[in-house]
């Protein structure tokens, strides 16, 4: 059946404090059905893991995804799209902060999974596009949302109507990405410099600044700054901002729990 097969694997580092999640089927990392339903089913069990801080996505072998199972949507009755990318998505509802590592196509939902992430790195060769118009469809899964908050409505009216792909330069110099590296070794450094950083901040801070980023820029400013005001005097009360001054005065690295 064209809706089954793939994987989305789990693996965990640094002392289990980073989950590793890898795209897997076959050379192009093409995502099924059942995939996008694994990548929910992952970030259930990552979100529910105290011990978790860190999410880094990547693609298997020398592509991220190009795309979605095109025969397999055939397949799907159509009422079961309405609620289509929900499931793929779910790292923009995560807690956690998640790091997208790109390296070559990043095409389709493979985009619009990497759209949902908080942190966005990439190799110069990687290639960014939303093709659905070629197959008299639209993307389903946030992508005409989410690109046009990152590079703006005009140029992602551009991409998405004419299927044009954005290379890794320009979509550094447009804020798609925070970082372009040279090759692949260069990019997992890069990733893991990131992951190194994250972890050593407090986790309560990392998660009330990805709750205030992403509620506050759809919103009038009074909104979001408000929304800042109320978060900074919450985080104030922790011990985890009582351990960070306590650091800072006594000269050492803060040993923050998260509460």
């Known amino acids: 059946m064209a809706l089954t097969g793939g994987e989305i694997r789990l693996d965990r580092g640094h002392e289990g404090r980073v989950a590793y999640l890898t795209v897997d089927n076959g050379p192009y990392n093409v995502i099924t059905w059942e995939m996008r339903q694994s990548v929910a089913e992952r970030f259930a069990e990552i979100d529910a893991d105290p011990d978790v801080r860190v999410v880094v996505i990547r693609g298997d072998g020398d592509q991220f995804s190009s795309g979605g199972d095109i025969a397999g949507f055939m397949e799907v009755d159509p009422i079961d799209f309405t609620d289509l990318g929900h499931n793929v998505t779910a790292a923009s509802r ?98 893991e410099t990131v992951v190194t950083t994250l972890l050593g901040f407090s986790p309560l801070a990392l998660r009330t600044a990805k709750e205030v980023l992403d509620r506050g820029v759809d919103g009038p400013l009074y909104t979001g700054i408000e929304l800042e005001r109320k978060a900074y005097a919450m985080l104030r009360s922790s011990a985890d901002f009582a351990e960070g001054v306590a650091a800072f005065g006594e000269k050492r690295a803060p040993k923050f729990q998260g509460r």
């Open 94 to 191: 995560s807690q956690k902060p998640v790091i997208a590592a790109v390296d070559g196509y990043c095409f389709g939902v493979g985009l619009e999974m990497v759209l949902s992430c908080d942190i966005r790195i990439a190799t110069e060769r990687s290639q960014f596009a939303l093709p659905e118009m070629r197959l008299g469809m639209i993307p389903g899964s946030g992508g005409t949302q989410r690109l046009s908050r990152i590079i703006g409505p005009s140029r992602a009216k551009y991409h998405v109507m004419t299927g044009t792909r954005i290379k890794a330069p320009q979509a550094g110099d447009w804020g798609l990405l925070a970082a372009v590296c040279p090759d692949r070794a260069a990019l997992d450094e890069a990733v």
